[in-house]
């Protein structure tokens, strides 16, 4: 059986109209084999949470530029869990300053990753933290009761 591709939706929150980081980490995550969707900008947390939830991702990556992600991450995060996707990933890229990132992660940001990030260190944090996530999920699993052992 073959291996389902990590499915990823990158998502511009607010009103920052600065895409080309977003769709440079995109591009490259499709081009290491990853399934992308681009929802492009100016996306509120609701559009956002509704995407995820449509195209059943593993990972959700905000880019935000704005200065805003105080107010619009930690909501995206919210939606995301009320909908019952407390699985999904949550990452963060653009310019967070050093004093936000404890505050993001303790709203269930997973990452935050920081100006000149390479593509290949998102890609493979990605890959660690989804394989990571299956394992811990698989262990938790009770054992099938309609096996006999």
């Not at 996306?43 to 619009?72: C, F, K, N, R, Y």
Request: glycine fraction near 10%.
């Amino acid at each position: 059986m073959a291996e389902e591709k990590i499915r990823v939706l990158i998502a511009k929150p607010g009103l920052d109209g600065h895409d080309r980081g977003a769709k440079v980490v995109a591009r490259a995550l499709r081009d290491a084999g990853f399934e992308v969707i681009y929802t492009g900008i100016r996306q509120t947390p609701q559009m956002i949470a509704e995407a995820a939830l449509q195209e059943d991702v593993d990972v959700v990556g905000l880019s935000i530029l704005s200065g805003a992600h105080m107010a619009l991450i930690p909501k995206v995060v919210e939606l995301l869990r009320a909908q019952g996707q407390e699985d999904v990933l949550v990452l963060v890229g653009g310019i967070i300053p050093d004093e936000d990132v404890a505050k993001l992660r303790a709203a269930g940001v997973h990452r935050v990753f920081g100006p000149g990030t390479s593509t290949r260190e998102i890609a493979a944090y990605i890959r660690r933290a989804v394989a990571e996530r299956e394992q811990a999920s698989h262990a938790q699993q009770p054992d099938d009761p309609g096996q006999e052992g």
